[in-house]
């Protein structure tokens, strides 16, 4: 086990605290919240939802969308199966691709319907679902062991020299999953923290004179020492 993994995950919950992932609605309330995760079925499928809503977009926008959802008492299998694509699709306007995800979101709820059990592989099938979304619906939703691997992802553990940003997603998901504790708790918290640093700290132009990870980075050490040799 690679050691450099719970070091970075310590690290970085030191910086940015827990985060309390997946926000859900809590009951008598429209807007999600970051209340530690699903806790009826409900919310579960919000999170599936959610986790739909959110491809390609910021989750600010998806959060809107389910916000709107839930105005009109539609953020259910039931209630979006009854209602009509067209419908649906003003309805989550602020996700973006609202007419693609609105088509995606019936497929989710006609498979919520038809089974009692989710599963990584059921939910691999779906048109639309792909690796991220179906990890993010069974580690955020069901509590199954599956890590998250997204573009921030990529991006810092490229720059850490973990992983091969271009390495298939399987490569990188499996590469987390030997090195940390099989435990949801820090699957969790561990792809929320990286999420929270990437948009804050590790961005496309990084901010390294910030970040507590600079020590460990490559990239930060690579680009010093070029730095110090010009001035030599």
Same mark, same amino acid.
């Given at each position: 086990m690679d050691g450099r993994f719970l070091k970075v995950y310590e690290l970085l919950r030191r910086a940015h605290g827990p985060r309390r992932w997946w926000p859900v609605t809590p009951p008598g309330e429209t807007k999600p919240l970051y209340t530690g995760g699903p806790r009826s079925d409900l919310q579960r499928f919000e999170v599936a939802a959610g986790a739909i809503l959110t491809q390609n977009t910021a989750w600010t926008n998806a959060a809107r969308a389910i916000e709107n959802l839930n105005r !009109? &008492? /539609?953020?259910?299998?039931? /209630?979006?199966?009854?209602?009509? #694509? @067209?419908? !649906?699709?003003?309805?989550?306007?602020? /996700? &973006?691709? =609202?007419? @693609? $995800? *609105? $088509?995606? %979101? $019936? +497929?989710?709820? *006609?498979? =919520?319907?038809?089974?009692?059990?989710? +599963?990584?592989?059921? !939910? %691999? *099938?779906?048109? &639309? #679902?792909?690796?991220? +979304?179906a990890d993010s619906i069974m580690l955020y939703g069901f509590k199954a062991p599956f890590f998250v691997v997204d573009a921030y992802t990529r991006r810092l553990f490229g720059r850490l020299d973990l992983v091969d940003p271009s390495a298939s997603y399987e490569e990188i998901r499996e590469r987390f999953e030997r090195n940390l504790p099989r435990r949801v708790f820090v699957y969790k918290e561990y792809h929320a923290l990286i999420v929270e640093h990437g948009k804050l700290v590790c961005r496309k132009a990084p901010l390294c004179e910030k970040c507590l990870l600079k020590k460990l980075c490559l990239m930060y050490l690579e680009r010093k020492e070029t730095k110090q040799g010009r001035i030599g």
């Open positions: !009109l &008492g /539609a953020i259910s299998p039931g /209630a979006i199966g009854r209602m009509d #694509v @067209q419908s !649906l699709a003003l309805a989550i306007r602020s /996700a &973006g691709y =609202f007419n @693609q $995800k *609105a $088509k995606r %979101l $019936k +497929t989710i709820a *006609a498979h =919520f319907r038809a089974n009692r059990k989710m +599963t990584r592989e059921g !939910l %691999l *099938a779906l048109d &639309g #679902v792909g690796p991220e +979304t």
